[in-house]
């Protein structure tokens, strides 16, 4: 039993009345929170292929809800503007400099249209030119920049259709011209739905498990059919430079479009009917194809059927061919994998995939490459005579990586690579890669083909350290080229000299804004390359330390620890405090225990984490680490609420043995599965004094497939499902709580009645708790008016519930 003022309780009701009413009308909160949000965006940068051009990207500031309110349809998983047949509330840039690497001099592009909208870009093979989608109320336009002359233009005027996942265009190999999806000439007015209904929306089920994660979005009926085929089918079109335009094949659904490395061919992967009611687009039938560059067919690859009956356990898979591609060190070679135990996990066999290749013209027989005992996980191809093939396997972290030789697959493979992932302390690094003959990627070797230049991020009991290294394949041993060094964090974005001698690199301290640089790793020289100040001088002296601690059963846990500007222990004493985190499952403890950040970051202030607190005179914690492990035969979750408490009772007492943090006003915040972390804290345990939920899932029974990393489903495992759900614990949160959620969240699982039903029974049951819903709002929130609420909303909350707690308590017991 907590400690209560003795102020009476009418005058709790009368101080909290206010509060709890409706409203309609969007707020704002402190100057400070709105200096936050509308504060100068850092630009975004790209690299050109030769490495010679940096150019930078105008960001806007955040949309308007106006923005966020232009017309949506919803089809298969999918969002889109029926208006620009793009995609709907697409984040773009407003305009382009382009900066001399060698000199410094700056270009700004001209020929863009007032406030433009910029969208897809993507730089030519040779680095002469930029492409790019130009978004207008009722078009996306493709335009190219030249380099040289600094200078865009419109391309074509055909209508770009970027429905579909990826980009809707890509670059011949001579960058010469783009292969681009263009919205049919006489497509015609979309289809009408009728006011009389046909007849009834049927579903059938003949006794095949069927199993489906939650989707949102998904098609309804057959209107939303036609609508799909109406929107969704493209005309591909060739578009030189020049502006001429040339109709390739038929107009179809393209799921994804890929030039052969030589440029004869185009994989083209068209999705056919019949559609479903049950899964996303993604799972629709395909239909895989090679075409030359007029559109004739060439080879019919595969005819994969509905992919509605694959298992829902982690590494299941679809039946028949997947990851279809080309052979990125041949000229017109296919590859692809195709599982041999039906996809299901489950099924005891001594191997899990295939993987294929095959030749132009398409005609001989398919080569088999290699057998996998888990499930691949990808390939990376090499100019000299070998590739890297990797297989991963779900329940154990297990990852494997073999070097192969695809010209001779009768050679035996060589194991190069064999650990946990969850391993971060062993972990060698990614390969980096380089441009082919072709102009595709592939692996960046030295010393004559037999080792790989690695990059990572280095993990340590110190905290990240990012590095170049020589990895020998041969031998498997490691030589170290270049690591970073305390007190910067910095981190390798390209390579400028295929050896390693020189690197770009993204520069940082804790005071110091990220900036990029070229690094030699020879002589250690540094020099400057972007020049961006501090985007939030007003919060330039927070103070931000990197902290590790212990829970009660020995697993080590670490966060970030931010105290006001100008805090002085002594003189101000424990302060109120704000933790946020995210749970993640793990199979080790030891594993759950490493780091997995770096002291050196520098403390960027965020409107979308837990920094608005510092305003409000809090300490607060971000990041804590809240590790669920499950080691043999147990899963994490089997004691998912009680390693929450103990990581959020061992936060802190690391606060109080600190001596910064008040832990009798305490808070704790978190996002999607921060959220439901949130909402179970406060129904198992009264640690917190309240919480604040942002757009979670509280009623596992609704995601009864599966969610998170639970790989079991409710039927399995319904106690877990149950014991892990707030909802049915409702009545155990005696501690207020807020929850916040975006009205049209499309995020799986996170149907916005789950935050509904979840305000519907703690308020029910007599508990203090607040729902707003952001009106054309996602998972995560966007428009200006949106964010200032939710900062308004967050702030109010901490302010009547911790900041004050120690006058104002709320009895519930």
Do not use: C
């Not at 890669?433 to 592939?442: A, I, K, L, P």
């Not at 301290?509 to 540094?526: H, K, W």
Request: glycine share 6%.
């Amino acid at each position: 039993m907590r400690i209560h003022s003795l102020l009476s309780s009418l005058l709790i009701f009368f101080l909290f009345t206010p509060f709890v009413s409706a409203q309609d009308t969007y707020q704002e909160p402190s100057q400070e929170l709105i200096d936050l949000v509308d504060g100068a965006r850092t630009p975004s940068v790209s690299f050109s292929p030769d490495r010679e051009t940096l150019l930078l990207q105008d960001v806007p500031s955040l949309p308007s809800i106006a923005e966020m309110a232009q017309p949506e349809l919803r089809l298969a998983g999918i969002r889109i503007n029926p208006n620009t047949n793009g995609p709907s509330r697409p984040g773009y840039v407003t305009g382009f400099t382009l900066r001399d690497m060698e000199t410094g001099v700056d270009r700004v592009i001209t020929g863009l249209p007032d406030n433009p909208m910029i969208t897809n870009v993507s730089w030519s093979p040779d680095g002469s030119h930029i492409a790019f989608l130009l978004n207008t109320e009722n078009s996306l336009e493709l335009w190219v920049a030249d380099v040289s002359a600094a200078t865009a233009n419109r391309l074509s005027e055909g209508r770009v259709n970027n429905t579909y996942f990826g980009s809707p265009y890509s670059w011949d190999r001579n960058g010469d011209a783009l292969i681009v999806q263009m919205i049919p000439a006489d497509r015609g007015e979309a289809p009408q739905e009728s006011t009389v209904p046909a007849g009834p929306v049927i579903q059938e089920s003949l006794g095949e498990a069927r199993p489906a994660r939650t989707y949102q979005d998904l098609l309804q009926n057959s209107h939303d059919e036609n609508l799909f085929d109406f929107y969704f089918t493209s005309q591909l079109t060739e578009v030189s430079l020049d502006g001429i335009s040339r109709e390739i094949g038929e107009p179809a659904i393209y799921r994804s479009v890929s030039l052969s490395p030589d440029g004869n061919y185009l994989l083209v992967n068209r999705t056919e009917r019949p559609y479903s009611y049950r899964v996303p687009a993604s799972r629709f039938p395909q239909n895989i194809q090679v075409l030359d560059r007029d559109g004739n067919l060439v080879h019919q690859f595969a005819e994969l059927p509905l992919a509605d009956r694959v298992p829902i356990a982690f590494s299941a898979t679809t039946e028949g061919p997947r990851s279809v591609s080309w052979r990125n060190d041949a000229p017109s070679t296919l590859s692809w994998v195709e599982a041999l135990d039906g996809g299901d996990p489950s099924v005891d066999v001594d191997y899990r995939d295939r993987v294929f290749t095959l030749d132009a013209p398409f005609s001989g027989d398919y080569v088999q490459l290699i057998d996998l005992q888990y499930r691949y996980s990808g390939m990376q191809w090499s100019e000299d005579g070998f590739a890297l093939v990797s297989e991963f396997w779900r329940d154990d972290r297990h990852l494997r990586t073999w070097k192969i030789s695809p010209d001779d697959p009768s050679a035996d493979a060589e194991l190069v690579v064999d650990r946990s992932t969850e391993d971060r302390y062993n972990d060698p690094g990614s390969p980096q890669m380089r441009r082919s003959q072709f102009g595709t990627w592939v692996l960046n070797t030295v010393d004559d083909g037999s080792s790989l230049l690695m990059t990572g991020i280095g993990a340590t009991p110190e905290g990240n350290r990012p590095f170049l290294s020589v990895y020998n394949l041969e031998t498997q041993e490691t030589r170290e080229l270049w690591r970073s060094e305390s007190s910067y964090y910095e981190i390798i974005v390209n390579l400028l000299e295929e050896d390693g001698s020189k690197l770009i690199t993204r520069r940082e301290s804790v005071d110091i804004q990220p900036n990029f640089f070229i690094r030699d790793t020879e002589t250690g020289e540094l020099e400057q390359l972007t020049f961006f100040e501090h985007p939030t001088p007003q919060l330039r002296d927070v103070y931000k330390e990197f902290i590790q601690y212990e829970r009660a059963d020995g697993v080590q846990l670490s966060a970030t620890l931010y105290l006001p500007p100008d805090y002085n222990k002594d003189r101000d004493g424990k302060l109120p405090v704000l933790v946020w985190a995210y749970p993640r499952e793990f199979r080790s403890a030891d594993a759950a225990g490493q780091i997995a950040d770096s002291p050196y970051r520098f403390a960027g202030m965020s409107h979308w984490g837990p920094h608005f607190a510092l305003t409000m005179g809090f300490a607060v914690v971000e990041n804590a680490t809240m590790p669920i492990v499950g080691e043999g035969d147990e899963n994490p979750n089997d004691t998912f609420v009680e390693q929450l408490i103990l990581s959020a009772d061992a936060v802190l007492d690391e606060l109080e043995q600190r001596g910064v943090g008040d832990r009798n006003r305490a808070a704790i915040g978190g996002h999607s599965y921060g959220a439901f972390m949130t909402a179970n804290l406060l129904a198992h345990s009264r640690i917190f004094r309240a919480g604040i939920a942002r757009s979670g899932a509280y009623n596992r029974t609704l995601t009864p497939f599966g969610f998170q990393a639970e790989p079991r489903n409710y039927w399995e495992s319904s106690d877990i499902y149950l014991g892990m759900s707030p909802f049915m614990h409702a009545n155990g949160i005696k501690d207020p709580i807020l929850f916040i959620h975006g009205a049209e969240d499309n995020n799986s699982g996170t149907f916005p009645m789950q935050s509904e039903r979840m305000y519907a029974a703690v308020s029910g049951l007599g508990g203090i708790a607040r729902l707003v819903m952001l009106p054309e709002e996602s998972h995560g929130y966007r428009a200006r008016e949106s964010v200032l609420h939710m900062l308004y909303e967050q702030s109010e909350w901490l302010n009547r519930y911790v900041k004050n707690a120690e006058e104002i308590t709320v009895e519930l017991d």
